[in-house]
């Protein structure tokens, strides 16, 4: 399989270089030179095979010529090592839950499989690699999990001082090996302009091996179809799949599963007041506005990179795309609204993000599947302003919180950073 621009234009691509190069340079995103079909018998066995077998089949159709089958099946079973349960919530309402892994969050998936494979290809360079990630909170730490322990790499977060979570902030600071937090004295655009002036810095980049995780790369996208297998593997045809949307990776990797084959009714596009995509399938306007900071703060994308992917997937057809996509968008209020009735009438809880995605079930009065993208107890402050009353941590985080918190201070200071970096 080759890859190439969303634009189309430029060269193919093998997948190594789709996911050493991250972004091709002509302003799109990589993609499959085609759509590979799952044949009837895997399709027919799928209920029979675990998700990590399952993985290994439809990953291969991406990825074989640069990875041989036992080396696939190996990161497969590593990659998908913990349980993506289907839980029911309330009537012909069930929660995808992807937020039983290392960082409680879906994007542990794709980062954890994007890490495996710089890996791989890294072998053969005895060079240093140092990873930058920019988080706000709630997904770097994906990305320095997906890494941690892994040879000749290092990791570097960079997170805004006092402005993400405890849960969250030891999630950063407590990994120790070859990660390292940086707490930065400013917020999280400083955060995020002190990586891009590190990319941007030929100095730099001479004398140290700089990559980044990008979320767009196509090693973090392909992997998130996996999760749409699992209604299928659990008995579940046809359905509604509401899913939390900010920048469009899990929702078009759903529908990538879906083109493969994967019987999925209806995808509903779930957002916060960024509502850029819900607008798009009302109206057929693509008009991104400028960003709105919502308590679903993963979420707050206003120009989502992979609309590029989803125009592509429909080859450019708006009538296509509104034949599969339902629009859903939700303000902070009804968010908290939601995250307080839904534990009320169903004693679950549900993060910011999910609490869209349910809701927009619960309102359309439709039976389905929404993706639970986190798990509650890093969103801490919001369910406890949602319930009005303090809400205990759940005890299997309770370890983390004991944990000693390590971070190196800094301002937002190019200067003193890049010093840092240099050692
Ligand atoms: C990243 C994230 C999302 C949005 O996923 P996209 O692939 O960017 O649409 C939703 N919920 C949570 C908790 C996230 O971290």
Redesign the pocket.
């Given at each position: 399989m080759k890859f190439v621009s969303t634009t189309s234009t430029g060269s193919h691509r093998s997948f190594r270089e789709a996911v050493l190069g991250n972004l091709p340079d002509d302003g799109g995103l990589y993609y499959p030179t085609e759509i590979p079909q799952l044949d009837q018998g895997l399709l027919k066995q799928i209920p029979q095979l675990r998700l990590p077998e399952i993985a290994l089949e439809v990953l291969a159709k991406f990825c074989s010529d640069d990875i041989n089958p036992n080396k696939l099946e190996q990161i497969t079973e590593r990659v998908f090592d913990f349980p993506l349960p289907l839980k029911e919530v309330s009537d012909n309402i069930h929660c995808l839950e992807l937020f039983h892994g290392p960082t409680f969050?879906?994007?542990d998936i794709g980062a954890k499989f994007l890490a495996a494979c710089l890996a791989h290809f890294n072998q053969s360079e005895n060079k240093e690699t140092t990873v930058l990630v920019a988080t706000s909170g709630?997904?770097g730490g994906a990305v320095a999990n997906g890494f941690l322990g892994v040879e000749g790499v290092r990791v570097i977060i960079l997170y805004p001082k006092g402005k993400v979570s405890n849960l969250q902030e030891k999630q950063l600071t407590t990994l120790g090996q070859n990660i390292t937090a940086l707490e930065i004295e400013g917020t999280f655009d400083d955060c995020q302009n002190l990586v891009k002036r590190a990319f941007a810095d030929k100095q730099l980049n001479k004398d140290i091996h700089l990559s980044s995780a990008n979320?767009i790369n196509i090693a973090r996208w392909l992997p998130?179809s996996l999760f749409y297998y699992v209604p299928l593997q659990q008995g579940y045809e046809d359905v509604t799949v509401s899913?939390?949307?900010?920048?469009?990776?899990?929702?078009t990797s759903g529908v990538l599963a879906m083109k493969m084959g994967v019987p999925i009714s209806k995808f509903i596009a779930a957002s916060n007041a960024n509502d850029v995509v819900p607008r798009y399938l009302n109206s057929g306007k693509y008009e991104p506005k400028s960003t709105i900071p919502t308590l679903?703060n993963?979420?707050d994308?206003s120009d989502?990179s992979?609309y590029k992917r989803l125009l592509k997937l429909f080859d450019g057809k708006y009538e296509g795309i509104i034949s599969k996509l339902l629009p859903f968008s939700l303000g902070d209020i009804e968010i908290k609204e939601t995250i307080r009735d839904c534990y009320e009438a169903n004693r679950y809880w549900l993060?910011p993000?999910?609490a869209i995605a349910y809701k927009a079930l619960h309102e359309m009065k439709k039976g389905g599947i929404f993706l639970g993208?986190?798990h509650y107890c890093k969103f801490l402050p919001t369910i406890n302003e949602a319930l009005g009353r303090e809400v205990a941590i759940p005890d299997f985080a309770k370890g983390l919180m004991h944990m000693e918190k390590r971070s190196i201070e800094l301002n937002a200071d190019f200067a003193q950073f890049k010093e840092f970096l240099i050692g």
């Amino acid at each position: 399989m080759k890859f190439v621009s969303t634009t189309s234009t430029g060269s193919h691509r093998s997948f190594r270089e789709a996911v050493l190069g991250n972004l091709p340079d002509d302003g799109g995103l990589y993609y499959p030179t085609e759509i590979p079909q799952l044949d009837q018998g895997l399709l027919k066995q799928i209920p029979q095979l675990r998700l990590p077998e399952i993985a290994l089949e439809v990953l291969a159709k991406f990825c074989s010529d640069d990875i041989n089958p036992n080396k696939l099946e190996q990161i497969t079973e590593r990659v998908f090592d913990f349980p993506l349960p289907l839980k029911e919530v309330s009537d012909n309402i069930h929660c995808l839950e992807l937020f039983h892994g290392p960082t409680f969050a879906f994007k542990d998936i794709g980062a954890k499989f994007l890490a495996a494979c710089l890996a791989h290809f890294n072998q053969s360079e005895n060079k240093e690699t140092t990873v930058l990630v920019a988080t706000s909170g709630d997904t770097g730490g994906a990305v320095a999990n997906g890494f941690l322990g892994v040879e000749g790499v290092r990791v570097i977060i960079l997170y805004p001082k006092g402005k993400v979570s405890n849960l969250q902030e030891k999630q950063l600071t407590t990994l120790g090996q070859n990660i390292t937090a940086l707490e930065i004295e400013g917020t999280f655009d400083d955060c995020q302009n002190l990586v891009k002036r590190a990319f941007a810095d030929k100095q730099l980049n001479k004398d140290i091996h700089l990559s980044s995780a990008n979320s767009i790369n196509i090693a973090r996208w392909l992997p998130q179809s996996l999760f749409y297998y699992v209604p299928l593997q659990q008995g579940y045809e046809d359905v509604t799949v509401s899913v939390p949307s900010g920048n469009y990776g899990n929702l078009t990797s759903g529908v990538l599963a879906m083109k493969m084959g994967v019987p999925i009714s209806k995808f509903i596009a779930a957002s916060n007041a960024n509502d850029v995509v819900p607008r798009y399938l009302n109206s057929g306007k693509y008009e991104p506005k400028s960003t709105i900071p919502t308590l679903a703060n993963a979420m707050d994308v206003s120009d989502p990179s992979n609309y590029k992917r989803l125009l592509k997937l429909f080859d450019g057809k708006y009538e296509g795309i509104i034949s599969k996509l339902l629009p859903f968008s939700l303000g902070d209020i009804e968010i908290k609204e939601t995250i307080r009735d839904c534990y009320e009438a169903n004693r679950y809880w549900l993060d910011p993000h999910s609490a869209i995605a349910y809701k927009a079930l619960h309102e359309m009065k439709k039976g389905g599947i929404f993706l639970g993208t986190a798990h509650y107890c890093k969103f801490l402050p919001t369910i406890n302003e949602a319930l009005g009353r303090e809400v205990a941590i759940p005890d299997f985080a309770k370890g983390l919180m004991h944990m000693e918190k390590r971070s190196i201070e800094l301002n937002a200071d190019f200067a003193q950073f890049k010093e840092f970096l240099i050692g």
